[in-house]
């Protein structure tokens, strides 16, 4: 793809009950991630994207939009 435009990365986020992690899924530039924390999974979801463009061959200026499913609360 060629630079110049921007991108709206979608990264769909849900928590695997059976697993106990959150997962984080963008099939538009082919990330899949898993983290037993949700902050730590958007940090990580923030570091790889650009890789995975990168990767994938896509270019431009990008945002990430983060769709979630639902999150979990701790509670004490």
């Known amino acids: 793809m ?12 849900s928590w695997d009950e059976e697993a ?3 997962v984080a899924v ?11 924390s949700y902050d730590s999974l958007i940090q990580r979801v923030k570091e ?3 890789e995975m463009m990168e990767l994938n061959n896509i270019q431009g200026c990008t ?14």
């Open 63 to 76: 945002t990430l939009s983060f769709l979630t499913d639902e999150r979990r609360v701790e509670c004490a």
């Open 20 to 22: 106990s992690v959150y």
């Open 48 to 50: 790889a994207a650009p």
């Open 2 to 13: 060629m630079g110049g435009f921007i991108m709206d990365i979608k990264v769909n986020i």
């Open 26 to 36: 963008c099939d538009k530039i082919g990330l899949a991630l898993e983290s037993d």
